[in-house]
């Protein structure tokens, strides 16, 4: 049973900070790309930061310089430190963890959000 589980979520105001934790359970972390990807209402999912076994770290433009994507393989924890947030920054927040180098073998598993909500 694999379970991605997020936490940290919360209401924090314009300019404000919030750490965002993703728990995995089910899979050896050190194989996936883990990854935070958000969902504004009425928009689609998009990424905001991904980051490889290796520690290679892909971050969107748009959160760039204010958020920071790490992982803790041992304790299977993904966390997302986000400062200097913005009502843009509105939306519910999902843990992925992703295997595809293989692509008969791709797995892809989510979390079942946490809700980041930023007032102006």
């Known amino acids: 049973q694999v379970q991605l589980v997020e936490s940290g979520g919360g209401l924090v105001e314009t300019g404000g900070s919030l750490t965002l934790f993703c728990e995995a359970s089910g899979i050896m972390l050190d194989m996936f790309r883990m990854g935070w990807y958000r969902q504004a209402p009425g928009k689609e999912r998009e990424m905001v930061a991904t980051i490889t076994p290796g520690d290679i770290v892909d971050i969107a433009e748009s959160v760039k310089g204010r958020f920071t994507i790490s992982r803790d393989n041992r304790k299977k924890m993904t966390t997302l430190q986000m400062n200097t947030l913005r009502p843009e920054d509105t939306g519910i927040y999902y843990c992925?963890?992703?295997?595809?180098?293989?692509?008969?073998?791709?797995?892809?598993?989510w979390g079942q959000g946490t809700q980041v909500t930023v007032s102006s």
């Open positions: 992925n963890a992703f295997r595809g180098a293989i692509e008969s073998t791709r797995r892809d598993f």
